[in-house]
């Protein structure tokens, strides 16, 4: 184990107004590596997850306290630049979200505002990146067409290969595959093992199935606090915690 | 038994009445259409086609030749209200791009109603503004003798469309949904980048009608250019010259001219005009919006 984490959190409390979310949140995410947050419908996975790439932000009202290290350094410090935050960290939603563009344009999207000109470079990097989310084959030849004609599957990953396209170092999923159906989610749990290769992976989902066969650690979520974190095999198998257990048994939740 | 037969009965009375209306609404403006058509076919009988389309002379009561060349006021009234537009598309598209996404809500819950009210301010009072404080202010800037010219126009007829683009515009800012701005800003784009490539494309359909909307209304309007821009019926020579529109022409000529003359058809003409030109502009905002949303979906 390296004693450096990818994006680590450090006793960070969130607050909606003044309701607590988050309590006490401490976890440390490896490079390389698929981390899975699981828990009950508003234990605030979603919360937590969008502290990462500072996606809370915008709404009115939010207070966080903590520190959020990306690769040691604080990423909710004055000095940093969010926009530069949010290339580093990308996001998948949980609906796929694709603009009311042309496919091709979706991608080249993060390109242009990057202010990227070179019209041979940015097809490159779509091309590229549309094969890294195993779409190209299935579009290739349909570039211009409008990104809604794609199939809700299909948006979704290329939600996924708009994300790529700007070289993140980590991807956050906000259960990505709640909205699509059983064959286009076995896909997309294939695309995000392939993905650690490169990136580091964090994913929440509702579905335990899920974590247990994409994930390397696993974080059990209750009521704004991790209840257990450790390696999804354990948490699976033999969890410290009977919270825990009785969750992944099904017995509440 | 008897109370079926009373709803029947209501439901039927109801039935005619909408019926009735929508018949009504629909014959009302084919008459008005069909008015126009027939009291300006006359002007022809003494009127050269060519003529009435390619001259810049409008001369009805010379008593040497009398000339029926309405080109000099399609000119004006294309000028005042492109320039119109010129004013109110970028501050109109501006305001509502502010009001949607960068002020507090507290500021636009209280400044979009006070802009749809302005729409309601009588363009006699807008021209008036434009005799009594616009006038004088480009007299002085420009230097002209006095201020009643095409840019006074212009900007009369933008304060009057402003309001419709504002409101519309906003809407259709306010309609885009927030999943397309938060994967905007997922990607690293600041929220002025946001806005220009994803936002304002995104509710380019209702911003075309807003502005079109707006536009209709610049061309038809016509107290507000009749007492601010001159009506001088010479074609117009640029933005500060005095020019006449087609709607202050009907407007002034129409109550002195003898029933049944020339003149008289010929006015109605400049009406049938008019109205066409209104008619394509409309119908090319539809079928621009229908192409743009048959692309969007
Ligand atoms: N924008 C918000 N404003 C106020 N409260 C919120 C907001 N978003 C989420 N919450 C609250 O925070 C808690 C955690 O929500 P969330 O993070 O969405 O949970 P999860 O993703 O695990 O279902 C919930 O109680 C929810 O009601
Ligand atoms: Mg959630």
Same mark, same amino acid.
């Given at each position: ?253 | ?9 209501? *439901?039927? /009375? ?7 209306? =929508? !018949?009504?609404? $629909?014959? #009302?403006? %084919? ?77 636009? *819950?209280? /400044? ?7 729409? =309601? !301010?009588?363009? $006699?009072? #807008?021209? %008036? ?89 610049? !061309? ?78």
């Amino acid at each position: 184990m390296k004693n450096q984490a990818k994006i680590e959190a450090r006793n960070v409390n969130f607050y909606y107004g003044s309701q607590i979310a988050l309590k006490n949140i401490n976890i440390a995410c490896e490079e390389n590596k698929v981390t899975a947050l699981i828990g009950p419908s508003g234990c605030g996975k979603s919360t937590f997850i969008r502290t990462l790439n500072r996606m809370n932000d915008v709404i009115p009202g939010i207070k966080i306290e903590g520190d959020i290290l990306l690769e040691g350094e604080n990423i909710y410090h004055p000095k940093v630049d969010i926009a530069v935050l949010r290339k580093r960290v990308g996001m998948v939603f949980q609906k796929p979200n694709p603009f009311p563009k042309s496919i091709f344009n979706n991608i080249a999207y993060g390109l242009r505002i990057n202010g990227m000109r070179d019209k041979r470079k940015i097809e490159m990097i779509v091309e590229k990146s549309l094969k890294e989310a195993t779409l190209w084959d299935e579009i290739k030849d349909r570039m211009d067409e409008n990104a809604f004609s794609l199939s809700g599957g299909q948006q979704q990953r290329l939600c996924i290969a708009r994300s790529l396209a700007i070289k993140p170092e980590v991807i956050l999923f906000d259960e990505p595959c709640s909205a699509i159906d059983p064959v286009a989610t076995a896909k997309i749990e294939e695309l995000i093992h392939q993905l650690k290769e490169h990136y580091t992976v964090i994913v929440v989902t509702h579905n335990m199935q899920q974590a247990a066969r994409i994930s390397d650690f696993t974080a059990f979520m209750m009521l704004g606090e991790i209840v257990e974190y450790d390696k999804t095999d354990k948490i699976f198998t033999n969890p410290s915690n009977t919270l825990t257990e009785d969750y992944i048994t099904g017995r509440f939740g | 038994m008897k109370k079926k037969k009373f709803s029947d009965l209501k *439901e039927s /009375v109801i039935k005619a009445f909408f019926f009735t209306n =929508g !018949i009504l609404t $629909v014959m #009302i403006l %084919f008459g008005i259409f069909a008015l126009l058509l027939f009291t300006a076919i006359p002007a022809f009988r003494e009127i050269d086609l060519k003529e009435f389309f390619t001259s810049h002379q409008w001369n009805p009561t010379s008593p040497v030749k009398e000339h029926y060349g309405i080109l000099s006021m399609v000119a004006g009234t294309f000028m005042v209200s492109l320039g119109a537009m010129i004013i109110a598309i970028p501050i109109g598209i501006g305001t509502a791009s502010y009001l949607s996404d960068v002020a507090h809500w507290k500021v636009r *819950e209280i /400044v979009k109603p006070i802009v749809e009210i302005l729409a =309601g !301010i009588p363009s $006699v009072v #807008i021209g %008036f503004l434009g005799i009594v404080l616009f006038g004088p202010i480009l007299a002085k800037i420009f230097g002209t003798s006095n201020g009643l010219n095409a840019i006074n126009g212009s900007l009369l007829l933008a304060i009057m469309a402003l309001p419709t683009i504002v409101s519309i515009s906003e809407d259709s800012l306010s309609a885009v949904p927030k999943t397309y701005s938060d994967a905007s800003l997922a990607l690293g784009a600041n929220r002025w980048q946001t806005l220009v490539r994803v936002k304002l494309p995104a509710s380019l359909s209702g911003i075309i009608a807003a502005v079109m909307l707006g536009m209709g209304r610049a !061309i038809g309007e016509t107290m507000t250019v009749l007492m601010a821009t001159g009506n001088a019926p010479a074609f117009p020579r640029g933005f500060l010259s005095s020019i006449r529109t087609m709607t202050a022409t009907i407007a002034i000529e129409l109550g002195e001219v003898p029933y049944y003359s020339t003149h008289y058809y010929a006015l109605f003409a400049v009406g049938l005009v008019l109205f066409l030109i209104t008619f394509i502009l409309n119908l090319l905002s539809d079928v621009i919006l229908n192409k743009y949303q048959e692309r969007e979906q």
